[in-house]
């Protein structure tokens, strides 16, 4: 098993990508510690996951919250004792009705930047110290192929994925010497509840998928831009994160690694 003890932390864990990732992880024997705003699902989450053999718990927090995101790593670490894997998973695509809506608006802006990235800084530098003292750690951020050229449709959204691929590098460079990899993943298109929303927005304002159903624009999108032609899942993701997260990606650090099948070859 390759994180065989091991404790990681899974922001957004609850559901979707993050919940796929934490599976994945506990199957390789982590123990998980999920952070999520949302504690019935986080709790429903940590439980399953201890179905399989592992420690898991939940806390609810706000990435956004300094004071939250301190009282969450103080938690983990009463709870299991170390943290040797961070996953910044949580995030959004935009303030509250962003889907309604066919123009970025000041509040999606300040929202979005507040948790993708504002809030991704937040739990690292409230993980980071520990990782210091044990001169040991992984850290993972879940960016998105929408940081790799700006998405006309979410340009508040793509700049915030952009600022994190960039501090992705910036982070790896700065903790290199402290024996932590810091690395990133770039999922491409996969069907979320998130994406049923962005669909339903593609739908209404872009003529190319004019009044059709937010799955056939899913469809639609595969066919036209990924060579692989079908669509990824939040497993992919999850079975890169562990690669990324093991000893066998020891030497690899300030990368972003697209799960995309090829929709960009960069």
Request: with cysteine; glycine share 10%; net charge negative.
């Amino acid at each position: 098993m390759l994180l065989n003890e091991l404790v990681a932390i899974v922001t957004g864990g609850a559901t979707g990508i993050g919940k796929a990732i934490a599976l994945k992880l506990a199957g390789e024997g982590a123990n998980i510690f999920i952070s999520d705003i949302n504690q019935n699902e986080a709790s429903n989450s940590a439980d399953e996951i201890s179905k399989l053999g592992v420690g898991a718990a939940s806390f609810v927090t706000d990435v956004s919250d300094t004071l939250q995101t301190q009282a969450m790593v103080k938690e983990a670490i009463n709870k299991f004792g170390k943290v040797d894997i961070l996953i910044n998973n949580a995030g959004v695509a935009g303030a509250p009705g962003w889907y309604e809506r066919s123009d970025s608006t000041d509040e999606d802006w300040n929202f979005t930047f507040g948790i993708n990235v504002r809030g991704l800084v937040n739990v690292t530098n409230s993980v980071v110290p520990y990782m210091k003292e044990e001169r040991d750690g992984k850290i993972l951020n879940i960016a998105s192929i929408a940081g790799r050229e700006g998405r006309p449709s979410l340009p508040h959204y793509s700049s915030s994925k952009a600022a994190v691929i960039n501090y992705t590098q910036s982070l790896a460079g700065q903790l290199g010497s402290f024996n932590i990899n810091v690395n990133a993943i770039c999922p491409g298109l996969l069907w979320t509840p998130m994406w049923e929303q962005v669909g339903g927005r593609y739908s209404k304002n872009d003529p190319k998928y004019l009044e059709l159903p937010p799955r056939q624009v899913f469809e639609a999108m595969i066919a036209d831009n990924i060579p692989r032609k079908r669509e990824q899942t939040p497993e992919d993701v999850g079975d890169a994160a562990v690669f990324l997260v093991s000893d066998n990606a020891r030497n690899i650090t300030g990368q972003s690694l697209n799960v995309d099948g090829g929709f960009f070859m960069r």
